[in-house]
């Protein structure tokens, strides 16, 4: 039973513009939720965090957007570059816990292209 | 420069062999996990560790086991290699002090495995 959904596999934008992936979960204890990027042949980056008690957290180009109520958060990109075409992972994870300390719920990714 | 660094890019194996991938970490991170990655499906937990010695199940399991003797070292070995565990394996770690995970995990590059 996945946790952690991201709806659309693949998102195709114009360079310049904004990129935005969704991401939705259903653990409603979940306290922290990041963002990963992954080039093809190597291994996810982080990209982009947000506790639980903020509603957005800016870096550089890259926003994400928390909404409790409705259990959804989603990462925009402004502007998009060709350089940000990859596969994004949302990730949750819950409180520190016994033997789920530090454990992440992933979604199944996002492929974005950003093209010329 | 931190590192989580997996023994091999590249790896072929045939049907019934016993495959070990290595994975190691020079954060001092209590955590690592084990996760194949595969198109559609995301990234799927195989294993974890939160201490030397210990060892958790993941989502998928079965026809895997791990070993972690040293903080620093977790191996996956695939006890009897078969083609549907052909797939891309990523290894990372994190830490489990609370307050302090804020970036979640550290990846390695991935190992691409093809069991033949």
Redesign the interface.
């Known amino acids: 039973d996945q946790q952690v959904k991201?709806n659309s596999?693949s998102l195709s934008v114009q360079e310049g513009r904004i990129s935005i992936l969704n991401c939705d979960y259903t653990n409603s204890m979940f306290d922290?939720f990041?963002w990963?990027k992954k080039y093809p042949?190597?291994?996810?980056?982080?990209l982009i965090?947000i506790?639980s008690i903020k509603d957005k957290n800016e870096d550089g180009r890259f926003t994400v957007f928390l909404n409790k109520s409705a259990k959804h958060l989603s990462l925009h990109i402004v502007p998009s570059q060709p350089g940000d075409s990859a596969v994004y992972?949302c990730?949750a994870?819950p409180?520190?816990r016994g033997?789920t300390?530090?454990?992440?719920y992933?979604?199944?990714?996002t492929q974005l292209t950003v093209w010329p | 420069d931190v590192k989580v660094t997996q023994s091999s890019r590249y790896l072929v194996k045939r049907t019934g062999e016993k495959v070990f991938l290595e994975c190691v970490q020079d954060m001092d991170h209590e955590n690592m996990f084990w996760y194949r990655q595969d198109p559609g499906l995301g990234l799927r937990l195989i294993y974890f560790s939160y201490d030397v010695k210990m060892k958790e199940k993941g989502d998928i399991p079965e026809g895997y086991s791990v070993s972690r003797e040293k903080k620093e070292r977790f191996s996956l070995i695939l006890e009897s290699a078969s083609t549907n565990q052909t797939s891309m394996y990523l290894c990372a770690s994190s830490l489990n002090r609370p307050g302090q995970g804020a970036y979640g995990y550290t990846f390695g590059s991935g190992t691409r495995l093809t069991v033949v």
């Open positions: 991201q596999p922290y990041l990963y042949a190597e291994g996810p980056t982080f965090s506790s992972f990730a994870r409180p520190y033997s300390l530090g454990r992440l992933f979604g199944r990714g």
